[in-house]
């Protein structure tokens, strides 16, 4: 019997041991770094989208990224990637088709908009996926542009939500893509290479907004 307690009470500790472990490892926030020929970003993944997190994290580990494009480039917009096409594409081929064989459910949250630097999950149109669901691969990075109170109230009443004083702030001051929260995922944000960004938007493009020049990614998972 005095075994049966001391094992009880050692099982006792070492649970709240490993429980503890675990909820001060949900606290560490993932990084990556996202390298391109006009320089570099590190990016931040949210721990409130971990079904987004998980997915990207395991995608960069099996170096999926690596030689993809930035395929989709609109100034005062965002610059877009992913696509497992385009890495042996042709110039001028038409990206953005590309896919991986599953979706990823929408994980959205009010605290997580599209300021500038925002990573979200690129997804198929309100009219073949209502549940707004993310593709697996493609993503897209926020450059946007700056909005007054006006124009974001106007925002509200056509996209039917709400946009928080705090964000209004960064909206005015820093910019991003107001019309976009609560319609794509949001599962990061640059938090260094704001620069980068523009750079990569900037740059000239073809009618289908594909880079006349080739924009390459390497992206590796920063411990």
């Known amino acids: 019997m005095k075994n049966l307690i001391y094992l009880t009470v050692l099982f006792f500790i070492v649970s709240c041991s490993s429980s503890k472990k675990t909820s001060v490892n949900e606290k560490v926030q993932k990084k990556v770094m996202i390298t391109t020929d006009y320089g570099t970003m590190i990016v931040m993944l949210y721990n409130k989208t971990p079904l987004h997190r998980d997915n990207f994290i395991k995608l960069v580990k099996e170096h999926f990224y690596d030689s993809l494009l930035f395929h989709r480039i609109i100034k005062d917009f965002m610059i877009q990637g992913g696509d497992p096409q385009s890495k042996h594409a042709k110039p001028g081929e038409l990206l953005g088709e590309g896919s991986l064989k599953y979706t990823i459910p929408a994980e959205f949250d009010t605290s997580l908009f599209h300021k500038k630097g925002a990573l979200a999950a690129a997804r198929e149109a309100d009219a073949d996926n209502p549940q707004k669901r993310s593709s697996a691969s493609q993503f897209y990075i926020v450059e946007g542009k700056t909005y007054n109170n006006e124009q974001m109230d106007r925002i509200e009443e056509k996209m039917h939500i709400k946009i928080p004083e705090n964000h209004r702030e960064i909206y005015r001051t820093i910019g991003g893509?107001?019309?976009?929260?609560?319609?794509?995922?949001?599962?990061?944000?640059?938090?260094?290479?704001?620069?980068?960004?523009?750079?990569?938007?900037?740059?000239?493009t073809d009618e289908n907004n594909r880079p006349l020049k080739d924009i390459r990614m390497k992206i590796t998972l920063l411990k």
């Open 177 to 204: 893509d107001p019309f976009l929260d609560m319609n794509y995922t949001v599962f990061g944000e640059v938090i260094s290479g704001l620069d980068v960004i523009d750079k990569i938007a900037h740059v000239p």
